[in-house]
Nanobody, 124 residues
Framework: QVQLVESGGGLVQAGASLRLSCAAS????????MGWFRQAPGKEREFVAA????????YYADSVKGRFTISRDNAKNTVYLQMNNLKPEDTAVYYC?????????????????WGQGTQVTVSS
């Protein structure tokens, strides 16, 4: 089993920046992709960003392109989400996920392990 722990969420004003981190621990895998998803109150969970093992395959939801950047540090088993120019509509619980399956990494169903989530709240 794998444990994923997100951190870096908080309450900020519109236009501010936050950097989320997700550290994986427990079982060691030879390689894996990681992604970020979010869920706002009363809405379905949605894809935000994903990154492959080598960092060569990166995907973003249209709603965050140009504002968010995903990156990873494999030596630390950690993935990051740099969020700039935050908007009130970015308010949600953000979840980190990990998959060891060679499957579409932008698809929620591809992921095997999930973190507990971290709250991001953006005020006007």
């Amino acid at each position: 089993q794998v444990q994923l722990v997100e951190s870096g969420g908080g309450l900020v004003q519109a236009g501010a920046s936050l950097r989320l981190s997700c550290a994986a621990s427990g079982r060691t895998f030879s390689s894996y992709a990681m992604g970020w998803f979010r869920q706002a109150p009363g809405k379905e969970r949605e894809f935000v960003a994903a990154i492959g093992w080598s960092g060569g395959n990166i995907y973003y939801a249209d709603s965050v392109k140009g504002r968010f950047t995903i990156s990873r540090d494999n030596a630390k088993n950690t993935v990051y989400l740099q969020m700039n120019n935050l908007k009130p509509e970015d308010t949600a619980v953000y979840y980190c996920a990990l998959t060891v399956v060679d499957a579409p990494i932008a698809a929620m169903s591809s992921y095997d392990y999930w973190g507990q989530g971290t709250q991001v709240t953006v005020s006007s």
